[in-house]
């Protein structure tokens, strides 16, 4: 194959007919070249409902444009036909060049200068697959399952839990650490007899009340071969499941519950009929454990078809990370299409995880009120973060992408396109320090996960298993189930395995200390801080497999650089964003998730509403609403920068004012000293003491009334 340079002719066929001759212009991409000088038309894209097909190319590769073609000599009809047919019909001609696509994109010309195209260079299928979705309004949503969805134990399992909590219990001489491990207990033992009822006679006797096995058609197990059925027994009040994995062996049964409000997420997902996302699951469960509690979570196959489940349920050996690539092995999606809902952020490759809502570890035993501590249970908050996802996606892609591309003429430079919307742009949690258990991670995990759900479905008797041999194992503290909450974060691939080695009570006993059974789901919960959910790629970082070269994201926990212009009028405060004169203001990514505790706190509604920009540097602007009213602005070059501006903007306006409200209490205590002062705005005061005592605190607090860093530490009060 030769390397072409400038004005280099290439004879263009479909099939075996010969088109014409057209001159291939390079553009940045100086080596790309059509093998023998040959532009083979192997088929036609779909065609397009609504999207150009150049603003499609441009969403799924960061590099698209190759070269341009055009003739320089008089064109052969059969050339302009192709033109006017791929440009009227939204759709391009595709030119197969090994496991890669070249599109054809006929372009409009300033000097009617046709037939003229543009080359983008995509791999093979992914056009089609994503076509279908924009047009569709569509991304993809990765769910994990154990601990994210759901929390499933045997028999085995339960009784090791049982043996460890006891131990513990009998060690313990702190009474309300052992009131709280004594309920935990209680609530391991009630599953335990249910599941053994189920086990050992297909029947359930609960609160009065008898349940019999119901069989369910399995539609496709992991190795794709003919139905099954399965004994079921559903307790929907309880959120529980009794199923069992093998029919044929009784101790593959296995009690789940499953996690409040999935029913709200999954209603969403599918409401009207209308497809918002396409589905997919990663977990690194066993196979035929994955697809039943799958099947448990989407009884009526509407998430995932039962034709595309297999590929679907994205099964990850333990200890490897996982990627979006390997979810879209089939090129059915692009990363920048899909969001990811998850547990633990740094199970995913780096390049992912800016894709990751991270939501709190499901623990029905440990923390069983942690879904209802909050007043929108955790997957309603997912919820309502896919929905700004989805809505902040195409409102980039049709306001910005596609207007912009329709302004674009053959003749101009490809290095003017616009960016292409990416989902973690608009990936920001609506409460991004909400930890309903009070603790960033439990003592012992819940239930079975990772390499320990196929240890215990490939026994065929698990009760004749010795646990001192499990035992035996030597102790590492970064796979430990039971050491404080910073072992959790030093665990980058696995979940802990419950199954594997349980430690004795002699040794677990010594990495409990972080252990508060009662803790959880109270107001002190916030106290934990704000704790990152994104961490900054590497520069240029590509992903693999798709050409996708990432842009440098700006790491959580650091100020945008990018925000509303200095000294705008229409600002709560009178700097700038980027102001360093003052220590103690707030990061800009800790700013939404401090308003949001703030509004928890006050029981008072935290809204963002997008409005017209007045900037062209600045094209996002979101104000924010507390309870109605505007307390905040702001703008960035993203919606999230906007947001977190806003954000920011809206606690110096709180912190304003919260103190001019307490200044006026202390006027009202001055000429009054019998009435009783109850401030109200960020806590009820039950002290007959005045809050402000003196004119020096007054003036100590007009001070700090630009600091939200004051205001965040006055909250945790």
Not at 81 to 94: G, P, Q, R, S, W
Not at 434 to 456: C, I, K, L, W, Y
Request: glycine share 6%; with cysteine.
């Amino acid at each position: 194959m030769s390397r072409l340079g400038f004005n280099n002719k290439s004879v263009v066929y479909h099939g075996e007919a010969c088109l014409g001759e057209l001159d291939v212009i390079p553009t940045a991409d100086k080596t790309f070249h059509f093998p023998n000088n040959e532009i083979r038309i192997h088929h036609f894209s779909q065609l397009s409902e609504r999207c150009p097909p150049l603003s499609v190319l441009l969403a799924i590769s960061s590099l698209p444009v190759r070269c341009k073609l055009e003739s320089s000599s008089p064109v052969k009809q059969p050339l302009l036909d192709l033109h006017a047919a791929c440009f009227y019909e939204l759709k391009t001609a595709v030119v197969v060049i090994g496991d890669e696509e070249v599109h054809l994109v006929a372009m409009p010309s300033k000097l009617k200068r046709f037939p003229c195209f543009w080359c983008c260079l995509v791999p093979s299928r992914l056009y089609n697959a994503c076509l279908g979705m924009l047009n569709m309004r569509c991304l993809s949503i990765v769910f994990d399952l154990d601990e994210t969805l759901i929390v499933a134990n045997t028999m085995r399992s339960f009784e090791d839990r049982i043996e460890v909590l006891t131990g513990w219990i009998g060690q313990e001489s702190d009474p309300v650490r052992v009131s709280g491990m004594t309920s935990e207990l209680k609530r391991y033992v009630e599953d335990r007899a249910l599941l053994k009822q189920y086990a050992e006679n297909d029947v359930v006797t609960d609160s009065g009340q008898t349940y019999n096995v119901k069989l369910e058609d399995v539609p496709v197990n992991a190795a794709g071969n003919e139905r099954v059925q399965r004994p079921v027994i559903r307790l929907p009040e309880k959120n529980v499941v009794l199923t069992r994995i093998n029919p044929e062996i009784r101790d593959t049964s296995v009690l789940v519950r499953l996690r409040p409000a999935w029913e709200d997420l999954r209603s969403y997902l599918i409401a009207k009929g209308r497809k918002r996302f396409e589905v997919f699951v990663c977990t690194m469960a066993e196979r035929d454990y994955a697809l039943e509690m799958w099947r448990l979570l989407d009884p009526g196959a509407h998430l995932i078809g039962p034709k595309q489940l297999l590929t679907r349920v994205v099964c990850v050996k333990s200890g490897a990370r996982k990627s979006l690539l390997n979810v879209f092995q089939d090129r059915n999606c692009h990363p920048r299409m899909a969001m990811v809902i998850d547990d633990r952020l740094k199970v995913w490759e780096e390049k992912d995880q800016p894709r990751v809502h991270v939501v709190p570890a499901f623990t029905p035993y440990y923390a069983p009120q942690a879904e209802t501590a909050s007043a929108v249970p955790v997957l309603c908050v997912a919820r309502n973060v896919a929905c700004n996802v989805r809505g902040g996606f195409f409102k980039e892609f049709d306001e910005n992408l596609i207007r912009r591309v329709s302004e674009h003429f053959h003749e101009d430079e490809v290095l003017n396109l616009p960016p292409a919307p990416d989902v973690c742009n608009y990936l920001m949690s609506e409460d991004a320090s909400f930890v309903p258990n009070g603790n960033t991670s439990a003592p012992m995990a819940d239930g079975m996960n990772g390499p320990e759900v196929t240890q215990r479905l490939n026994q065929q008797d698990a009760r004749n298993v010795d646990l001192k041999s499990e035992r035996s194992q030597p102790l590492v503290p970064t796979a430990s189930i039971y050491g404080p909450p910073s072992f959790r974060s030093m665990m980058p691939s696995d979940k802990p395995s419950l199954l594997g080695p349980i430690q004795g009570p002699e040794i677990a006993s010594r990495q409990r200390a972080g252990y508060h059974p009662l803790s959880h789901g109270t107001a002190s919960s916030f106290s934990a801080g704000i704790q990152p959910l994104i961490s900054e790629p590497k520069n240029d970082e590509v992903f693999h497999g798709y050409g996708l070269q990432k842009k440098n994201l700006q790491q959580a926990g650091q100020p945008s650089d990018v925000g509303v212009p200095h000294n705008p009028p229409f600002l709560n405060n009178k700097r700038g964003p980027t102001d360093g004169g003052n220590s103690n203001l707030l990061q800009p990514s800790l700013s939404v998730g401090v308003l949001q505790e703030i509004g928890q706190r006050c029981g008072s509604k935290v809204e963002y509403r997008s409005i017209l920009s007045s900037s062209r540097d600045w094209p996002f602007s979101y104000e924010v609403l507390f309870t109605g009213e505007k307390v905040g602005v702001g703008m960035g070059k993203t919606r999230k920068d906007a947001q977190q501006q806003a954000a920011e903007n809206a606690l110096r306006s709180l912190a304003d004012k919260y103190v001019a409200h307490v200044i006026s209490q202390s006027e009202t205590v001055k000429k009054d000293p019998d009435n009783e002062v109850e401030n109200g705005f960020l806590w009820e005061s039950d002290s007959d003491e005045s809050p402000v005592k003196d004119a020096s605190e007054v003036a100590e607090m007009r001070r700090s009334s630009n600091s939200t860093g004051q205001l965040v530490q006055k909250s945790n009060h």
